[in-house]
């Protein structure tokens, strides 16, 4: 009887700690944010004012504009980690048309080859079947290749439209954020009024149960990397209308990284099905902060990639461990 009573009390004192331990790997991140900018703001006066704040936000705006797509996409179980070879080849094949056809036309091909590569995707990894991880390493691959093709060095000397587009202000605030920050809201609206946010967890939690309660599983796929391929379009055009120039060698490059970086910080498991987009900003906004602050104490560019690395395995260490802690529950 005693035995008995023992083991039963086991699993009612094990609930508190793993709820604790759930709670404490969801702070990490938020109070990591906090602890950098306060750590940054000691060491260099110059971090915590308006103007480098709102440098931090204009940089990031690009990764931000293809982190929620990817952060959807991740959230409905499938991975893409050719946005950086999509954004090269984007914002070259739009720089080639600038000065050919105008700006209208060049932003035009820009999105349309940005959604090519995304329904390649899609047909690819939706329809057909293959592994998503070995289809958009290839187009990774061989989107990096053809854009260098097209242009084997730096395109430059744009129109004055695009350089003004990407260094205005509207209210004190970059057009590139706002861009970022309309992004973020469609986002959010999708996931919480639509009935498709819904269809994208369901997808995430159980393909086979989404399929037969009457969800198309491969038309969603299938857009969803349709839209994760046009926002890596408009994350190049934001960089490009930025620097005023398109650099095939350079342009998204290893942005792949730092986007899969910010949505695993944002706590979306890598089988998807759940997910919050305000983590995934979180995450992004982390993200700028750090290459940001080791800038101002000028840390080499190496270091920074180090540290970006890093960041990834200890957020995909986080997430195993709230994986583990889920699956132990049940």
Same mark, same amino acid.
């Given at each position: 009887?005693?035995e008995?009573? *023992?083991?039963?009390?086991? !699993?009612t004192a094990? $609930?508190p700690?793993?709820?604790? &331990? @759930?709670?404490g790997i969801d702070? /990490?991140?938020?109070?990591?944010?906090v602890?950098?900018?306060?750590?940054?703001?000691v060491?260099?006066?110059a971090?915590?004012?308006?103007?480098?704040?709102?440098?931090? *936000?204009l940089q990031?705006a !690009?990764?931000?504009? $293809?982190?929620?797509?990817?952060? &959807? @996409?991740?959230?409905?179980?499938? /991975?893409?980690?050719s946005v950086?070879?999509?954004i090269a080849?984007s914002?070259v094949c739009a720089?080639l048309?600038?000065?050919?056809a105008g700006?209208?036309?060049g932003?035009?091909?820009?999105?349309?080859?940005?959604?090519?590569?995304?329904?390649?995707?899609g &047909? @690819?990894?939706?329809?057909?079947?293959?592994?998503?991880?070995?289809?958009t390493?290839g187009?990774l691959?061989?989107?990096?290749?053809?854009?260098?093709?097209?242009?084997?060095d730096s395109?430059?000397g744009f129109p004055?439209?695009?350089l003004?587009f990407g260094?205005?202000?509207?209210?004190?605030v970059a057009?590139?954020?706002?861009?970022?920050?309309?992004v973020v809201a469609?986002?959010?609206l999708?996931?919480?009024?639509?009935?498709?946010?819904?269809?994208?967890?369901a997808v995430?939690?159980?393909?086979?149960?989404?399929y037969?309660?009457g969800?198309?599983?491969?038309r969603l796929?299938?857009?969803?990397y349709?839209?994760v391929g046009?926002?890596?379009?408009?994350?190049g055009l934001m960089?490009?209308?930025?620097l005023?120039s398109?650099?095939?060698g350079?342009l998204?490059?290893?942005l792949?990284?730092?986007?899969l970086?910010a949505?695993?910080?944002?706590g979306i498991?890598?089988?998807g099905?759940?997910?919050?987009l305000?983590?995934?900003?979180?995450g992004?906004?982390?993200?700028?902060i750090?290459?940001?602050?080791?800038?101002?104490?000028?840390?080499?560019?190496?270091?920074?990639?180090?540290l970006?690395?890093?960041?990834?395995v200890?957020?995909?260490a986080l997430?195993?461990?709230?994986?583990?802690?889920?699956?132990?529950?049940?």
């Amino acid at each position: 009887m005693t035995e008995v009573l *023992a083991t039963s009390t086991r !699993p009612t004192a094990a $609930v508190p700690l793993r709820s604790g &331990l @759930l709670t404490g790997i969801d702070s /990490i991140m938020p109070v990591a944010t906090v602890g950098l900018m306060v750590f940054f703001a000691v060491r260099e006066s110059a971090f915590l004012t308006a103007d480098n704040l709102l440098l931090v *936000a204009l940089q990031s705006a !690009p990764l931000m504009v $293809v982190a929620v797509g990817a952060a &959807l @996409l991740l959230m409905c179980g499938y /991975i893409d980690l050719s946005v950086g070879s999509v954004i090269a080849v984007s914002g070259v094949c739009a720089g080639l048309t600038f000065n050919a056809a105008g700006v209208p036309a060049g932003v035009l091909v820009g999105l349309c080859v940005g959604l090519a590569f995304g329904v390649l995707n899609g &047909l @690819l990894i939706g329809y057909l079947g293959l592994s998503p991880i070995i289809v958009t390493l290839g187009v990774l691959a061989a989107g990096r290749g053809l854009a260098q093709v097209l242009s084997p060095d730096s395109l430059y000397g744009f129109p004055d439209a695009v350089l003004e587009f990407g260094s205005a202000r509207v209210l004190g605030v970059a057009n590139l954020v706002w861009i970022a920050v309309a992004v973020v809201a469609l986002g959010g609206l999708v996931m919480a009024m639509l009935p498709v946010g819904r269809h994208i967890v369901a997808v995430g939690v159980n393909s086979r149960a989404a399929y037969l309660s009457g969800i198309p599983v491969r038309r969603l796929v299938f857009g969803m990397y349709a839209l994760v391929g046009l926002l890596s379009a408009v994350g190049g055009l934001m960089i490009v209308s930025r620097l005023d120039s398109a650099p095939s060698g350079t342009l998204g490059a290893g942005l792949e990284i730092s986007v899969l970086t910010a949505v695993l910080l944002g706590g979306i498991p890598y089988s998807g099905g759940k997910g919050h987009l305000w983590r995934v900003v979180l995450g992004v906004w982390l993200m700028g902060i750090l290459t940001n602050g080791i800038t101002l104490m000028n840390v080499s560019s190496q270091l920074s990639q180090v540290l970006t690395g890093l960041v990834l395995v200890l957020a995909a260490a986080l997430e195993g461990i709230r994986s583990w802690l889920h699956r132990s529950s049940h």
